[in-house]
T-cell receptor, first 111, second 112 residues
Framework: RKEVEQDPGPFNVPEGATVAFNCTYS??????FFWYRQDCRKEPKLLMS???SGNEDGRFTAQLNRASQYISLLIRDSKLSDSATYLC????????????FGDGTTLTVKP | NAGVTQTPKFQVLKTGQSMTLQCAQD?????MYWYRQDPGMGLRLIYY???????DKGEVPNGYNVSRLNKREFSLRLESAAPSQTSVYFC???????????FGPGTRLTVL
């Protein structure tokens, strides 16, 4: 079993749709959690950190469920520019420890 | 600030050749990382350096060596390249008291 698992998709949605991605992790001692965005053939960039209390940044909402060991990302009112691969990242330590990446979920938003 | 830079951007090697991938960051970050990304897959950690003078193996270290030359620079060496090492290689760094990784633009390596 992989340490971090994501539904690979692809998710193909129309503009304006709401889409949700889930990610599960196997190590209950994991401390910090993130969503990164990766555009085709480019480097990943941080989208948002994920906190136990949940956090929102504009159209994006991230949530963490420690009991069930999963992380979610919700995108509302999808834009064409949201088309990308979304990577779930889990750190065992909170301070510059090793990161484990999921394989990514691909989203295509269509007009 | 240039952030994280990597050289070269592209490289083609023949099986058995050696090469060094260079990475440098100008953000005064302590920790640096080397990942590889194969098509359709996430990033896998090759080696990392939590601080200057230290290096540790990641998930897939076989066939690679690293050097943390100073706080700014972290190089990855392939001593005898194999076709299985064809991949995109990303370098990243993290500052103290933060978990945000900043990535370089990647090196696209093909081993024939």
């Amino acid at each position: 079993r992989k340490e971090v698992e994501q539904d690979p998709g692809p998710f193909n949605v129309p503009e304006g749709a709401t889409v949700a991605f889930n990610c599960t992790y196997s190590n209950s001692a994991s401390q910090s959690f993130f969503w990164y965005r990766q555009d085709c053939r480019k480097e990943p960039k941080l989208l948002m950190s994920v906190y136990s209390s949940g956090n929102e940044d504009g159209r994006f909402t991230a949530q963490l469920n420690r009991a069930s060991q999963y992380i979610s990302l919700l995108i509302r009112d999808s834009k064409l520019s949201d088309s990308a691969t979304y990577l779930c990242v889990v750190n065992l330590n909170t301070n510059a420890g090793k990161s484990t990446f999921g394989d990514g979920t691909t989203l295509t938003v269509k007009p | 600030n240039a952030g994280v830079t990597q050289t070269p951007k592209f490289q083609v090697l023949k099986t058995g050749q050696s090469m060094t991938l260079q990475c440098a960051q100008d953000m005064n970050h302590n920790s640096m990382y080397w990942y590889r990304q194969d098509p359709g897959m996430g990033l896998r950690l090759i080696y990392y350096s939590a601080s200057e003078g230290t290096t540790d193996k990641g998930e897939v270290p076989n066939g690679y060596n690293v050097s943390r030359l100073n706080k700014r620079e972290f190089s990855l060496r392939l001593e005898s390249a194999a076709p299985s090492q064809t991949s995109v290689y990303f370098c990243a760094s993290i500052g103290r008291n933060t978990d945000t990784q900043y990535f370089g633009p990647g090196t696209r390596l093909t081993v024939l």
